[in-house]
């Protein structure tokens, strides 16, 4: 079973949860999509030992083949390329790396050469595979890394594999939660909470994933996630509570899970409760 | 001579968009007679890239000068590299910068603002793909 953890809403705790469950659930990898700022590590504390270079295709162009026709830059779609005083000029961060002008060039003077853009790193927890996406910082393009990252999945022997999400609902999260057998939407019980998890529910729903929310932070305000679920018929499946001893050992890194055994049960059941949801739909559809 | 401006709307009347890559529409004028064209920005629909868009349009009218507020690095490098020069002119009509222009008030932009500037409000960290 994949399950994508994703909130809408940055910082509602997607890993607090990301990371917990593939603590607890028997046999789990943890995928960190969150690669302009992956922090999983900080709290499964892997053994990182292989590094692979992440890169994409951009143009480099002959100037002696070169005669500033335009014409890539009619068809570059992402303005990554532009055409003054006969000249072309190139602008690498913004290339996606399609390959389109190096096809349309009349005098076959763009070839494609690879530019780094990031790192995955690969290692172990408990036994368990590991895998995170590092972006260079100041890259705007994080989705290749999250592809790359989703398309090792299948090599992942383990029997369940949670992938960490990045926040928000743009491509870079589509991206992550693609392949996905379910979702965990974590939210908090504050107005942007909930304005962002109905983005995110908007988005799952989109893709046909089924999906149940968890409210962490959870105080006496969940009752307006409460009632927005019961109106969209999604199941909360879990509250954190607002708890000092809880911030307090995330704040020193620890698992939540760890010395908690309520908490630690209630993570185990998600894993059941997923895969009843999962039937469930199957049902439906 | 021949100056782009960028506006927020149509005529001389309308105030100077302080945003060069995804202003409204771009003006056209001749700063001494004060003839003028206007044109929509074929910039503002992109998703990514609209000073490059938008420097390559001015610059492809043959604009020696450009009037605006502020210009992000990607716009800023065609610009330099197609000799326009670029001024500031935030708070002001078109038809008052033109004035400025020739009364040679105008300060001139040389350091790139911030970019993507007109992308703030986006939703999520990340750029569309």
């Known amino acids: ?285 | 001579m021949k100056i782009a401006i960028s506006a927020e709307g149509k005529d001389l009347n309308s105030s100077v968009d302080p945003r060069f890559g995804r202003c409204s529409y771009i003006i056209i004028a001749d700063s001494d007679s004060k003839g003028f064209e206007v044109y929509d920005n074929p910039g503002i629909q992109s998703t990514q890239g609209a000073g490059i868009q938008a420097a390559q349009f001015v610059a492809k009218k043959k604009a020696e000068s450009l009037i605006t507020g502020k210009v992000g690095p990607n716009a800023l490098q065609i610009l330099d590299s197609a000799g326009i020069k670029v001024y500031n002119g935030t708070g002001l009509t078109a038809a008052e910068v033109i004035d400025c222009f020739k009364d040679d008030m105008l300060s001139r932009v040389n350091e790139p603002g911030e970019a993507h500037a007109g992308l703030k409000y986006r939703h999520g960290r990340s750029q569309g793909w």
């Open chain 1, 1 to 285: 079973m994949i399950i994508s953890v994703l909130s809408g809403k940055g910082g509602t705790g997607k890993t607090t949860v990301a990371t917990n469950l593939a603590r607890v659930l028997d046999s789990a990898a943890y995928v960190d999509c969150d690669v302009e700022e992956p922090n999983g590590f900080l709290f499964l504390k892997p053994a990182l030992d292989v590094r692979e270079r992440v890169s994409i295709p951009v143009p480099s162009i002959s100037e002696e083949k070169c005669t500033a026709c335009g014409t890539c830059v009619e068809w570059c779609q992402f303005n990554a390329l532009a055409a003054v005083n006969n000249k072309v000029i190139k602008f690498p961060q913004l290339c996606h790396g399609c390959g389109l002008c190096s096809l349309v060039c009349p005098e076959k003077a763009v070839r494609e050469v690879p530019r780094e853009i990031g790192i995955i790193e690969t290692g172990t927890f408990n036994h368990s595979v590991f895998l995170h996406g590092i972006l260079n910082t100041g890259e705007p393009l994080a989705v290749p890394i999250i592809k790359r990252l989703v398309s090792g999945i299948n090599k992942i022997t383990a029997q369940h594999v949670v992938i960490d999400c990045p926040p928000g609902s743009s491509c870079s999260v589509i991206a992550a939660v693609e392949n996905s057998d379910c979702c965990l939407l974590v939210t908090e019980p504050t107005p942007f909470g909930l304005h962002d998890l109905a983005i995110a529910v908007e988005l799952i729903r989109s893709m046909n994933i089924p999906a149940g929310v968890i409210i962490n932070k959870a105080d006496k305000q969940s009752r307006m996630i409460k009632d927005y679920c019961t109106a969209q018929d999604i199941p909360v499946l879990l509250e954190i509570p607002f708890s000092k001893s809880i911030a307090a050992a995330y704040s020193r890194g620890e698992m939540i899970t760890e010395n908690n055994e309520v908490l630690e049960n209630s993570f185990k059941s998600l894993g059941i409760q997923l895969e009843a949801l999962i039937n469930e739909s199957s049902c439906y559809s």
